[in-house]
């Protein structure tokens, strides 16, 4: 069973960058069928999806944020990572690394998060 | 990006009851839609996927329907458990994006 835990700071400053390595166990990061993804959740909000990278390193991210993200993958470490510059007050949040499934089965496309980190809580602030 | 809103806000039921939940997409988003449950303090479970497929080890008591932009999540008779929100989320389009989430309280 695939199991996802995110490390990284809790505490961030405004302006500097957030940086969380997601750990992936039990599993290959590069099995083909699975985005792995980063997704946020304020305080008592909904969940905003951040980005997602495939174990080639091809990238989706949210156009709100792509200014400002990065994400990377490091296979020989089963991790991928996320970076989130500038942040400010408003970066607040959980966030969560998950393993999305992406497959077409000849009739529908397939689609979901079914891998989930606990999620850290990252605070910005100084 | 595709906007989705779930409704109610808030679901009052009692135990053994059934739940209607809803989720309205901006524009179309075929059948490309899933359920999320989430309790405090968790993260997120998938539940249905494709808008209909429950996935592994969700209970029969979870259905899903709907294509286009309006689609439901049935919970045919609440169990103790199921207390929690839930949240559609589509995938036909990048971004992929979240509704705001109805919670489902013990009435």
């Known amino acids: 069973q695939v199991q996802l835990q995110e490390s990284g700071p809790g505490l961030v400053k405004p302006s500097q960058t957030l940086s969380l390595t997601c750990s992936v166990s039990?599993?290959?990061?590069?099995?083909?069928?699975?985005?792995w993804s980063w997704l946020r959740q304020p305080a008592g909000k909904g969940l905003e999806s951040i980005g997602r990278?495939?174990?080639?390193?091809?990238?989706n991210y949210n156009p709100s944020l792509k200014s400002r993200v990065t994400m990377s993958v490091d296979t020989s470490k089963n991790q991928f990572s996320l970076r989130l510059s500038s942040v400010t007050a408003a970066d607040t949040a959980v966030y969560y690394c998950?393993?999305?499934?992406?497959?077409?089965?000849?009739?529908?496309?397939?689609?979901?998060?079914?891998?989930w980190g606990q999620g850290t809580m990252v605070t910005v602030s100084s | 990006e595709i906007v989705m809103t779930q409704s109610p806000a808030t679901l009052s039921v009692s135990p053994g009851e059934r739940a209607t939940l809803s989720c309205r997409a901006s524009?179309?988003?075929?059948?490309?839609l899933d359920w999320y449950q989430q309790k405090p303090g968790q993260a997120p479970r998938l539940l249905i996927y494709g808008a209909s497929t429950r996935a592994t080890g969700i209970p029969a008591r979870f259905s899903g329907s709907g294509s286009g932009t309006e689609f439901t999540l049935t919970i045919s008779s609440l169990q103790s458990e199921d207390f929690a929100i839930y949240y559609c989320q589509q995938y036909n389009n990048w971004p992929l994006t979240f509704g705001g989430g109805t919670k489902v309280e013990i009435k």
């Open positions: 990278i495939r174990s080639s390193g091809s990238t």
């Open positions: 039990g599993g290959s990061i590069r099995n083909g069928t699975y985005y």
């Open positions: 998950a393993g999305e499934f992406s497959y077409y089965d000849g009739t529908n496309y397939n689609d979901g998060f079914d891998i």
């Open positions: 524009q179309s988003v075929s059948g490309n």
